[in-house]
């Protein structure tokens, strides 16, 4: 039995999910999404995923921590603030002592749904499903249900084979 913390790094709205299991029983501890305010400056908002993620990791006291891969982005400019967002969560990890593992999200949706190019309503659709919630989760928060849900799925041999991963 493992406890993951999951996130799907952005700078305004960061996704995150506690969830705790194996690959064949996954219970659902906490999720939900990290709203920054449009207005406020990039340094704030990191350092606000950072003291979120502080909190969550000790209140939950996760043994490994599960984030996307950024594959692909809009432009330059999206690309350096999203890898800012996941700088500051692999930053929180690594200072708890965590072991940070990161996920293609064609391997998320391909463990999830079964299909690497699904729809994030998709996601989000299976996450309540397969999680037994008793609503459908936001997207950011759907994503990274499915991280962490993927991240648990890795620990069958048999399909550890088929996911994508890599530990940084």
């Known amino acids: 039995m493992a406890r993951i913390l999951a996130i799907d790094p952005a700078i305004r709205h960061t996704g995150y999910a506690i969830i705790e299991g194996h690959a064949k ?9 990290f709203v920054m305010p449009a207005k406020a ?6 350092l606000s995923i ?7 990791i000790q209140k939950w006291q996760p043994d490994e921590v ?9 432009s330059h400019q999206t690309a350096i603030t999203m890898g800012a967002a996941k700088a500051a969560v692999v930053i929180a990890a690594t200072e708890a002592g965590l072991k940070v593992v990161e996920y293609s999200p064609k391997s998320v949706k391909l463990a999830v749904v079964g299909k690497g190019g699904a729809q994030k309503a998709q996601v989000a659709f299976m996450m309540r499903a397969l999680l ?6 936001e997207s950011d928060a759907a994503d990274a249900l499915a991280i962490g849900f993927t991240h648990l799925m890795t620990m069958d041999p048999l399909k550890a084979q088929m996911i994508e991963r890599k530990y940084i």
Do not use: F, M
């Open 66 to 74: 599960a984030i996307e891969r950024i594959i692909y982005v809009q």
């Open 25 to 33: 029983e996954v219970n659902t501890l906490e999720y939900g999404t």
């Open 132 to 137: 037994k919630l008793r609503e459908t989760p």
């Open 50 to 56: 950072k003291q979120h993620l502080d909190h969550l």
């Open 41 to 46: 400056a990039q340094s704030l908002c990191l």
